[in-house]
Structures are given as C-alpha cells and as structure tokens.
C-alpha cells in the first residue's frame, strides 16, 4: 500500500495508494500491469459528488508545467474543464519599501503560461473521478480497491527486512502491503505512528485567504512584499482573483472581521499604496564611502529605469468585491528528518511544509510523487524489493536535497522582505531593479521554477 498523494492534504484530506497504483498513476506506463498484483485505495473523509456551483472554492493551488505533466501522467488532468483552469501568463513582484521590482512573461522562454491556479474542491474530483475510472476498469488479475470514507487508525512496519506492513482503518478492516508512502499531510498519522521526527520553526504569522471580484480580467499573479509579509493576488476563472494575504495573527484576525467592502478598500490600498522610499546609507567620517554608496545607488536607478522601459511595471486590477467568507492559517516551514524506513516512504507535505509565497507547496508534492513513481517503475522492471530501505535511499537523496533547497531559498526570500533598515532595504530594490534588467538570468529562474 502507498500513500498519494498530498494534494489532498490541504483540508483534512488524504489518499493512500497500493505500491501497484503509485507506480501506475504516476508514471506514463499503462495503469496496470500483472507484475503488479493489488491495488487499494483509501480516502478520508468522503468526496464530494459534485463541484457544480457558481461560487469558487477559497483553497487554490498553483500548479507549474512540471507539475501539470505529472497529473497529465495520471488522466486526471484530462478530467479537468478547461474553464476550471486558470493560467497566469505574468508574474510581478515588487517592494513596499521602495521602487525595486521584477516582471516575470512567459512569452520571453517561448511558453503560453507561466503556470495554471486550480481549485481545491475541482482538483479533488478530478483525481477521485480518475480512481473510480481506473477501478472500473480494472480486472480480476490487478483489483483497484476504493475505501471511502476511511481513516487510519493502525499502522505497524515491518519487523524485518523482508517483512509486511499492516493498516488497520478505524471501521476495524486490516489491510498489508509490501510498502506504505504517506502523504496524509503537516500533521501525518503515518509519519508518528513511525517514530520518525520533524524540524523547523513557526513563523508566527498567518494567511489570510479570500476570493474577490477584479474591474479587469487577470492573467497575471501579482505580489507585494509588506515587512508584515507578502500580498499575493492570484487569477481564477470567471473573473475572480484568489487572495493569500501574509501577516501577523493580530492583523490577520482584522482582515477576516472586517466586512466585504471593508476588505476591499484595504486590498486595493495594499497594493496602491506608494512605495516607501528607503534612504541610502551616509558616512559622515568617511566621505569617499558616502560618494561610493550615492554612485552605486545612482548607477543602480539608472539600470532599472532603463529596464523598466522594456519590461515596465504594470499596476494590478482593483477589487470590487469579495465573493464568500475569509479565513486564515498558521505558517510554519516543517521537514521530516527521514523520508523513508523500510516499507515506508514520506511524500508531499507529510515530509515537508513551505512558506505558502511562491505557491510551491503542492508541486513540491507532486515532484515527489514523480520521483517515488519512477523508481518503483524501474524496481518492478528490474525485480528490486520495494520496500527496501536502500532501495529507497535513492528517492530520499534526490527530493531531500530539492525539497530543503526550495524551503530554505523561501524561507530566506521571506526573511529578506521583512523588517530591515534602510541600507538592507536599498540593497534589495538595487537587486531586484538589476534582475528585472537581466534578461538572460530572470529567464533561467523563469524555466527553473516551471521545471523547464
């Protein structure tokens, strides 16, 4: 049995997988195959029957080409209406505290989209549509077993090498398998129950998360850094936007009492609010450094207004209204300390939680799932014992180093936009002025985040 994948995670969702059905879903091999003898499936709690409603879903998940590719490998993003998926062809970042700013176009690496924001509740169905597709279709020789609603309540590992792991479901069914991979989420069942420990650190802060109404059609993800945290407006269908609003508990508390036309005006203010100019640095003792640090900062705003002549800053829409209620989460940046054990292997955010910023949460996840798929692709090929730990070893290595990578690099990205004096501050507008400038670099950050 496997657990896939976190994508359910967000609520209080997960899905657990057979070693059979991560090796098929995942992978671009065809979904079954009679070395692979038994499939079962667990999913808590039930899903909903349908996503047909005029209101959308206030959880959204932006998701990268790479990302798109691995749930294209499932059939599930075929399952998908084309109008519940929303593109963003831009991205902008720019500072609060002063005039820095980057412009992200997909049209400069030759691509239509940067990436696609889905809702929660239509991604769901559509990976939950594509499991009983697959169940139906299934035979004699390679059963898809569907246990929904369920929940774990057991789990033991195996005692040997060679052994079974043992799930028994709160109802009081039992079920074994070879190998178990978890993806039931930050707080993970499967991960305590194996002894396996976490590190990392709250950021003693929370997102608040709304959808709103635009005055223009939006096809750009927009962002504004506060030393309160980020603001971050994200395109949806039918002219809707999706807001994840970073800030202290106590503001976030505010921002969801306010009322909709209340919320509204600071929304539109957050991002129209001018920029707060930081001040360079003076020397009076050393006046040569003084006139270096005015030169630099002079050459500096002359790299940018010329960049901006190419690539200039684009306002974003203005709310009009909001569409449902808010609410907000706690940020913590987690890591498990191992991913795997024999018969084990952690995926999606019960190995790893980011800083919601740069939306990497969910495609984190998927690069997991890609990973773990392939190799028990080859595996099976080649007759390896899955749930070895030194077979597994080989996933460990290549997503622990990926995953603490773009944590870190977040992390550090959120740090770098908080509370800074004003030297730091001018030093990060300089920085971001001088990569809005550099073509050639912001287009290979562009291609690494879409996993080009």
């Keep these: 049995m496997v657990v896939l994948p976190s994508v359910i995670r967000f609520s209080t969702r997960s899905l657990r997988y057979s070693r059979s059905t991560s090796v098929?879903?995942?992978?671009?091999?065809?979904?079954?195959?009679?070395?692979?003898p038994h499939y079962d499936v667990v999913v808590h709690p039930p899903i909903a029957p349908s996503v047909e409603t005029d209101s959308p879903d206030l959880r959204v998940f932006t998701i990268t080409p790479a990302s798109k590719r691995v749930l294209e490998s499932t059939g599930a993003w075929n399952l998908l209406a084309d109008c519940n998926k929303a593109v963003f062809k831009d991205m902008q970042v720019w500072d609060a505290m002063g005039d820095g700013f980057i412009r992200f176009d997909a049209k400069k690496v030759q691509k239509d989209v940067l990436g696609y924001v889905l809702e929660h509740r239509v991604l769901v169905r559509a990976l939950h549509d594509r499991m009983n597709q697959l169940k139906a279709d299934a035979d004699d020789s390679a059963p898809l077993k569907l246990y929904c609603p369920a929940k774990v309540k057991h789990f033991q590992r195996p005692t040997s090498v060679s052994g079974i792991s043992e799930i028994g479901l709160e109802d009081g069914q039992r079920m074994k398998a070879d190998l178990v991979v978890a993806a039931d989420g930050g707080n993970s069942i499967i991960r305590t129950l194996s002894a396996l420990g976490t590190w990392g650190w709250d950021y003693d802060q929370q997102a608040v998360v709304a959808t709103v109404?635009?005055?223009?059609?939006?096809?750009?993800?927009?962002?504004?850094?506060?030393?309160?945290?980020?603001?971050?407006?994200?395109?949806?269908?039918?002219?809707y936007s999706s807001v994840v609003w970073s800030c202290s508990a106590d503001m976030a508390?505010?921002?969801?009492?306010?009322?909709?036309?209340?919320?509204?005006?600071?929304?539109n203010d957050a991002y129209a609010a001018p920029s707060m100019t930081p001040v360079p640095p003076e020397f009076p003792g050393?006046?040569?450094?003084?006139?270096?640090?005015?030169?630099?900062?002079h050459a500096a705003h002359?790299?940018?207004?010329?960049?901006?002549?190419?690539?200039?800053?684009?306002?974003?829409?203005?709310?009009?209204?909001?569409?449902?209620?808010?609410f907000a989460f706690p940020l913590k940046l987690k890591h498990a300390t191992k991913y795997i054990k024999p018969g084990l292997a952690l995926v999606g955010d019960s190995a790893h939680t980011i800083h919601p910023l740069a939306g990497q949460g969910l495609n984190l996840g998927l690069g997991d799932v890609q990973s773990l798929s392939n190799l028990l692709v080859e595996g099976v090929k080649s007759g390896e014992n899955l749930s070895s730990e030194y077979f597994l070893q080989q996933y460990e290595d290549?997503?622990?180093?990926?995953?603490?990578?773009?944590?870190?690099?977040?992390?550090?990205?959120?740090?770098?936009?908080?509370?800074?004096?004003?030297?730091?501050?001018?030093?990060r507008n300089i920085g971001m002025g001088t990569l809005n400038a550099a073509e050639p670099l912001k287009n290979e950050i562009m291609k690494y985040a879409m996993g080009l």
Aim: proline share 8%; hydrophobic share 45%.
């Design 24 to 36: 098929r879903l995942l992978s671009t091999t065809a979904p079954f195959d009679t070395q692979v």
């Design 213 to 239: 109404e635009t005055d223009r059609v939006n096809e750009t993800a927009w962002q504004r850094f506060y030393p309160t945290g980020p603001v971050a407006l994200l395109p949806m269908r039918d002219g």
């Design 253 to 267: 508390k505010e921002l969801t009492a306010l009322s909709s036309d209340e919320f509204v005006a600071r929304l």
């Design 286 to 297: 050393i006046p040569v450094l003084s006139d270096l640090v005015q030169g630099v900062h």
């Design 302 to 326: 002359t790299i940018m207004s010329a960049a901006a002549l190419s690539d200039p800053f684009v306002a974003p829409p203005k709310a009009v209204a909001t569409v449902g209620h808010r």
């Design 398 to 427: 290549e997503r622990m180093k990926a995953n603490i990578t773009m944590q870190l690099a977040m992390d550090g990205f959120k740090r770098m936009f908080g509370p800074t004096p004003d030297a730091l501050s001018v030093a």
